[in-house]
């Protein structure tokens, strides 16, 4: 096969070579020929395939939605509105749009998540009288839980880290009255899928945020991970990885992968993107493509081949499904479903 290229390649050369004598034409069919033979050759490509909505799919859902999140059944996810629309508040919508419930219909911080079990979603109001709120779906009803923000689940479903009003971190048992302080200093806590650790950034007048992890029932802390790190973390589904956007003072953002027990390890997988979610049980790591710092397109990396592949030309936020090849999407006008 490769001699047939070569063979194809020198052909087409010397046919025009003959009505082309001066060296320069010379030096632009040798280009050319180049080219052709590299594009045979899957190693060689580009850090990002641009393949902008080619095999993908997109339905809307919608109308002036934001911020969407699946429940673990992947079957409802959780959504609110943009300042377009004329409600506000979190609801609840199948996986066709159709709108279930209204989970909260005044004013809220964009931390709603749903328990490991899909019983529960907690969120947070902001203000005086703001705290942590629990929505049961089996009785239909929220309620006051406890003074803060920034929820995320332990996996037992029974549990919660979040932040204080003073800038930390603490541990809660729901229905409890009693909270255990992990950090003086800490936000936008992430547990790992199996719930003994949480990931976490600490404030630095020097570097941003550091990217730690701690050992909740040790109460041990890995040293810094990562510098400017963004709050936007995800764990792999072994819990074995942290995946975080990296910013610099010259770069608007990167992917970087990260080993707590390997501190030094830190990999960037993707340039030029943030918001890294993980995808299809584990497959795929979905991403917002910037240009600048603006958001171009949905990216998508593939685990098992180290590849970066722009799925969609178009939208932000990605959630995607808990097990198939989709996710939903916001963009300008609302939500949409991505399938690819």
């Known amino acids: 096969m490769l001699f047939k290229i070569l063979y194809t390649a020198s052909s087409l050369t010397l046919a025009v070579k003959k009505r082309c004598y001066s060296a320069n034409c010379r030096i632009v069919l040798l280009v050319a020929a180049c080219c052709f033979l590299i ?9 990002k395939t641009v ?16 911020l969407p999140v699946w429940m673990p059944d992947g079957i409802r996810f959780l959504h609110t509105y943009d300042e377009a629309a004329d409600k ?51 009785g239909g009803n929220a309620a006051f839980e406890i003074t803060g923000k920034n929820p995320s689940w332990i996996a037992n479903s029974a549990e919660i880290v979040a932040e204080n009003v003073s800038g930390g971190l603490f541990h809660y ?9 992990l950090v003086e200093e800490g936000r ?8 003994n650790d949480v990931a976490y950034l600490h404030p630095s007048e020097v570097y941003g945020f550091h990217l730690r992890v701690m050992d909740i029932e040790e109460l041990s802390i890995v040293q810094n991970l990562v510098s400017y790190a963004g709050s936007d973390m995800s764990w792999d589904r072994n819990g074995e990885f942290l ?6 003072p010259d770069n608007p953002g990167s992917i970087v992968r990260v080993d707590p027990q390997n501190p030094s390890g830190i990999e960037t997988i993707i340039s030029d993107a943030t918001t890294p ?28 081949e180290e590849r970066i592949t722009k799925i969609y ?24 479903l991505l399938a690819w």
């Open 277 to 304: 979610r993980i995808a299809a049980g584990g497959e795929y790591l979905l991403a917002v493509d910037l240009d600048g710092d603006r958001a171009n397109g949905i990216l998508r990396y593939t685990f098992s």
């Open 188 to 195: 936008y806590p992430v547990c790992s899928p199996q719930g």
């Open 173 to 181: 048992v729901l229905g409890s009255e009693t909270f255990e302080l």
């Open 88 to 138: 506000s508040g979190i609801y609840l919508s199948a996986a066709d749009g159709t709108e279930i419930a209204a989970i909260w219909e005044s004013g809220h911080n964009h931390d709603y998540s749903p328990s490991p079990d899909g019983r529960f979603i907690a969120f947070s109001i902001p203000g005086d009288e703001g705290g942590i709120y629990i929505y049961d779906l089996d």
């Open 243 to 248: 995946f975080a956007t990296h910013f610099t």
């Open 51 to 66: 393949n902008p909505n080619g095999n993908s799919e997109i339905t809307f859902l919608v109308q002036d939605g934001k």
């Open 313 to 336: 030309s178009d939208g932000s936020f990605p959630a995607p499904h808990p097990t198939q090849n989709t996710a939903l999407i916001e963009k300008d006008d609302g939500i949409y």
């Open 39 to 47: 594009s045979f050759f899957p190693g060689c490509k580009k850090d």
